[in-house]
């Protein structure tokens, strides 16, 4: 598109990004604040060995708590953001990066221990491996404080 910044698709296979920055006005559950698509109507999706491939393929990709329901009432993909984004980063107010398509991932204000061994905070792939875990979700809560 026109007016997508330079650079931004790049070397990468995904057309599509999102970048979201705010705080919240009430404690979220990470288990509620979820990622995805709700559709209107079912999902016209290709049977057997496609779809057990295309299934297996989208759970790999967003992590666990993924909900998939193509058919039906309230037809839709979701899961948990935090088990799901590309990357997180929550900062103090006045701290929040400013170049928002080169964010690095860094929970540690929301949970001091998602260190790696190094020190340094957990990768993407790491925090979305911890938190695709509904035990490692249960009781975490994004706050009002942080950006």
Known sequence: MVNTPAGVFDGKRRQMSMTIQGKFKQLVSSDSLMLGSEFQRSLKLPAGAILGRAVTWLVQKMGGGVQLRPVGDNPHILAPIIAAAQVINVSQPGQEPTDLL?????????????????????????????????????????DTEHV
């Open 102 to 142: 080169n964010v690095e991932e860094d929970m540690t204000l929301f949970d001091a221990t998602l260190v790696g061994r190094n020190g340094r905070p957990l990768c993407p792939g790491k925090r979305r491996c911890h938190f695709s875990s509904k035990s490692n979700r249960e009781g975490c809560v994004f």
